[in-house]
């Protein structure tokens, strides 16, 4: 089984301020196949990134996906009010068990 | 729009049974995989079973594997989550979510869950 360890644990930041989230594998992801969610307190995760950078249907280009092999990255170039939330990152290549980490919080500094 | 609906999640003992229910809307169901997966408080997510679009091939995460059944019924655009003998471990929010078929094991929809809480 695949373990994600997602750094930092808490990014506190400012809107308007470029947030860059780490996603680590215990070993190759195959086939860049991670990707990112975001999570609302009461609502639904919602998918913005699959394939390690493609962005999901409606998501904002201010949010990018990059890395491969077992160093993933999720950028937010400028920081929205809407953004602040939690972000994990999820493995599933080949057959499951699929894996997510264990999370990112981003909160308003 | 897409939209899945989870409903069943209650308190129960531990040892007991509960049956989650997933309902779809808003797309064609069965054309789709679908998968449960649960988040413990203060925890990341954790997936815990998938079916795929015919009801063929359920896998399971080695935790419940024996102890919960995944199923579907297309007819009523319906997923389902039978869980038998509960641990107190098992308690979460139960989501169902939709397989993107194009990256199957991507989850592009999801409900907004379902509170299942294992305690005597």
């Known amino acids: 089984e695949i373990m994600l360890t997602q750094s930092p644990g808490t990014l506190s930041l400012s809107p308007g301020e470029r947030a860059t989230l780490s996603c680590r594998a215990s070993q190759t992801v195959t086939s860049s196949f991670l990707a990112w969610y975001q999570h609302k307190p009461g609502q639904a995760p919602r998918l913005l990134i699959f394939g390690a950078s493609t962005r999901d249907t409606g998501i904002p280009d201010r949010f990018s996906g990059s890395g491969s092999g077992t160093d993933f990255t999720l950028t937010i170039s400028r920081l929205e009010p809407e953004d602040f939330a939690v972000y994990y990152c999820q493995q599933y290549g080949n057959s499951p068990p699929w894996t997510f980490g264990q999370g990112t919080k981003v909160e308003i500094k | 729009e897409a939209q899945l609906v989870e409903s069943g999640g209650a308190l129960v003992q531990p040892g007991g049974s509960l049956r989650l229910s997933c309902a779809a809307s808003?797309?064609?169901?069965?054309?789709?995989?679908m998968s449960w997966v649960r988040q413990a408080p203060g925890e990341g997510p954790e997936w815990v079973a998938n079916?795929?679009?015919?009801?063929?091939?359920?896998y399971y995460m080695a935790s419940v594997k024996g102890r919960f059944t995944i199923s579907r019924d297309n007819a009523r655009n319906s997923l389902y989550l039978q869980m038998n003998s509960l641990r107190a471990d098992d308690t979460a929010v139960y989501f169902c979510?939709?397989?993107?078929?194009?990256?199957?094991?991507?989850?592009?929809?999801w409900g907004q869950g379902t509170m299942v809480t294992v305690s005597s």
């Open positions: 079916i795929k679009h015919d009801g063929r091939d359920p």
């Open positions: 808003g797309f064609s169901f069965s054309s789709y995989w």
């Open positions: 979510a939709r397989v993107k078929w194009s990256h199957p094991g991507a989850f592009e929809i």
